[in-house]
């Protein structure tokens, strides 16, 4: 079965400092990851998804089969930034399976 | 129009009401969903529409009851819900394209349910 793990619920960095969310995933075909973000009393919306290869807004985030890992990634991050963050797998059904999520907080 | 509307934002209801939580979207998707998020965790999926049929319902009991009226339209029907039904229904949709591959999800703002 699916899974997608979010080891850190809560991610703390100073403004400036840079940010990596880890996720990694379980599947044996081939996946299809996403991470969606969720600012707060907004809705949640899509970041980036690996097979666009785009920064947005700053991060990236890079597939790795060998590791299974899909993290996301931002060399200085902005108080901004500060938002709920959801890793995402679709397999071959037509939905996701989310992370648990990982709340960033961007201190100034 | 790039959005998924959702109404109502907000729905207070007891356990021998009925009542639907419409969802509405004119990007002219044809795949449609339900999630369940409760406080603090992730959404999980209930039920998937791709051309206004149903093609995936996650064992979800039947007290709920998915519809979808025409390709713009998702309604979730409502009847004799518990207490622990308490959470955020997010809807969303996405384009379906060549050998139904799905493209990314549009979320709507969601409907907070409370069930007294």
């Known amino acids: 079965a699916q899974r997608v793990t979010q080891p850190e619920k809560l991610l703390s960095v100073f403004k400036g400092a840079p940010v990596e969310l880890k996720c990694n995933y379980s599947?044996?075909?081939?996946?299809?990851l996403f991470w969606y973000v969720q600012y707060s009393r907004q809705r949640l919306q899509l970041l980036l998804r690996?097979?666009s290869r785009e920064s947005i807004k700053g991060f990236t985030a890079d597939l790795n089969k060998g590791e299974t890992s899909f993290h996301l990634k931002k060399p200085f991050a902005q108080e901004e930034d500060s938002a709920m963050y959801y890793c995402?797998?679709?397999?071959?059904?037509?939905?996701?399976?989310f992370g648990s999520g990982t709340r960033l907080q961007v201190q100034p | 129009d790039t959005e998924v509307t959702q109404t109502p934002k907000h729905l207070v209801m007891g356990m021998t009401n009925k009542k639907s939580l419409k969802c509405e979207q004119h990007?002219?998707?044809?795949?449609m969903y339900w999630y369940k998020q409760k406080a603090k965790k992730p959404p999980e999926l209930m039920f998937v529409?791709?051309?206004?049929?149903?093609?995936i319902n996650e064992s979800v009991p039947s007290r709920f009851s998915p519809e979808c009226p025409n390709s713009s339209l998702l309604n979730l029907h409502l009847h004799a819900l518990q207490p622990e039904d308490s959470a955020l229904y997010l809807c969303?949709?996405?384009?379906?394209?060549?050998?139904?591959?799905?493209?990314?999800?549009?979320f709507g703002p969601g409907t907070r349910l409370t069930v007294t």
């Open positions: 990007m002219g998707h044809r795949a």
């Open positions: 995402a797998l679709r397999t071959g059904r037509r939905a996701l399976t």
């Open positions: 690996h097979i």
């Open positions: 969303a949709s996405s384009q379906v394209g060549r050998g139904g591959r799905i493209y990314e999800q549009y």
């Open positions: 529409y791709s051309y206004e049929k149903l093609s």
């Open positions: 599947y044996s075909g081939s996946p299809e």
